[in-house]
């Protein structure tokens, strides 16, 4: 079965950092492209950071653009989200998101909260 787990959201204060955590399994994680969305409070989901199943990582949306990047351990089967220099707009709840023969997965989210 394939699943998606996500861990490391929470409080962080203004300018502060978090590394999210995805540990798939029932999937080789490396051999497909991953994905990061997120969905603000009363807005639409929107993909910031990827990988690819051959290690080329980006980011989509331009506000994260120099602050967030993704990795990925294949070993753990597990993909991050390094977080930097956090703003009370980045606050969203985060997913974790892979396609598989057409299909899509996503993680539970987990929720980041930027603020003093």
């Known amino acids: 079965q394939v699943q998606l787990v996500e861990s490391g959201g929470g409080l962080v204060q203004p300018g502060g950092s978090l590394r999210l955590s995805c540990a798939a399994s029932?999937?080789?994680?490396?051999?497909?492209?991953m994905n990061w969305y997120r969905q603000p409070p009363g807005k639409e989901r929107e993909l910031v950071a990827y990988?690819?199943?051959?290690?080329?990582?980006?980011n989509y949306a331009d506000s994260v653009k120099g602050r967030f990047a993704m990795s990925r351990d294949s070993a753990k089967n597990t993909v991050y989200l390094q977080m930097n220099s956090l703003q009370p707009e980045d606050t969203a709840v985060y997913y974790c998101?892979?396609?598989?023969?057409?299909?899509?997965?996503w993680g539970q989210g987990t929720q980041v909260t930027v603020s003093s």
């Open positions: 990988i690819t199943s051959g290690g080329s990582i980006g």
């Open positions: 998101h892979t396609i598989i023969r057409f299909m899509n997965y």
């Open positions: 029932g999937f080789t994680a490396s051999s497909y492209k």
